[in-house]
């Protein structure tokens, strides 16, 4: 857990969290937006609310780039798991080239929150990390400000912020205290 936070108060020290997004735009005009300000961004909804049809349509706009129209990013930096064997693999890539700087999104995180393995390698990593999940788990080391809804209508993907201050999250979720 210490790891988590000295990589993410030097990530911000270093300015790689300031203003950054993933802002992508289609000839088709199809939009994914989605604001990034935590090492760890959390990305939660219940079943069915387009967080996988999200991953999925970003998945193959990246294989297919040509119907990128604009994106604010370097294709190449962002990195899309969507099962536990493609975090496993990234892991050991990661672990042999040293990646960093990179955008690491990791569709069904519920299934793998357990793993120490997983849980460790986000600590270390200097790499930012958006993760898909029904909710959110303590070991990752997010905050409030870094758990984001989604909209969309099918076409437009839009990720927002749910809480603006600490105590929304406690007064929209049934924590005691």
């Known amino acids: 857990m210490n790891n988590t936070v000295t990589n993410e108060k030097t990530f911000k020290e270093k300015g790689f969290l300031d203003n950054i997004k993933i802002d992508i735009r289609t000839r088709s005009g199809a939009t994914i937006f989605i604001p990034i300000n935590n090492k760890v961004t959390i990305l939660k909804g219940n079943s069915a609310t387009g967080k996988t049809k999200l991953i999925n349509y970003l998945d193959m706009l990246l294989i297919d780039k040509l119907e990128i129209e604009y994106c604010n990013m370097n294709y190449n930096n962002i990195i899309i798991c969507k099962n536990k064997l493609e975090v496993m693999n990234f892991i050991e890539n990661s672990k042999r080239t040293h990646m960093k700087n990179k955008v690491i999104i990791i ?3 519920d299934t793998m ?3 120490e393995e997983i849980i460790d390698f986000i ?3 200097q790499n930012v ?3 898909c999940a029904h909710r959110p788990f303590d070991q990752c ?3 409030t400000y870094s758990m984001l809804g989604l909209k969309h209508d099918g076409i437009n993907y839009e990720a927002y912020q749910l809480f603006k201050r600490p105590s929304d999250y406690l007064i929209q979720t049934d924590v005691l205290i």
């Open 107 to 109: 569709d069904r995180f």
């Open 113 to 115: 929150s357990a793993d």
């Open 129 to 131: 990390f958006i993760v």
């Open 141 to 143: 080391g997010y905050n």
């Open 123 to 125: 600590a270390e990593s």
